[in-house]
């Protein structure tokens, strides 16, 4: 089962508790944006294996949104983190660099 640490609530809970709200850090694009770029914005996400940067909502806590990084293969939790945050904060990159010196970096990784 998957446990996050709710980074507002200053608690841990499972994915019972939590709502997935897919990748984040993505760039949204407003009215003036190109077709292609809203067909983007929409349609195409990573999925990548290995290290993933999402969004979730703490539902039945403080119902706020917060982001997580993990890895998509082992479920192994590198760090949560405000979802205000434009990037990943430099200490869950140093968490994910301990434990996988080759990873490249980047919230699109």
């Known amino acids: 089962m998957l446990v996050l640490h709710c980074p507002y609530c200053g608690v841990d809970v ?18 003036g944006s190109s077709d292609d770029e809203f067909h983007d914005y929409l349609f195409q996400r990573a999925n990548p294996k290995g290290v993933h940067f999402e969004r979730w909502r703490h539902v039945y806590g403080c119902g706020k949104y917060f982001h997580a990084a993990r890895c998509t293969m082992t479920l192994e939790v590198f760090g949560t983190y405000s979802a205000q945050t434009l990037e990943p904060p430099q200490e869950i990159k140093d968490a994910i660099m301990a434990k996988r010196p080759d990873w490249t970096g980047g919230a699109k990784s």
């Open 14 to 31: 499972d994915e019972t508790d939590l709502h997935g709200g897919g990748e984040a850090h993505l760039t949204r694009h407003g009215p």
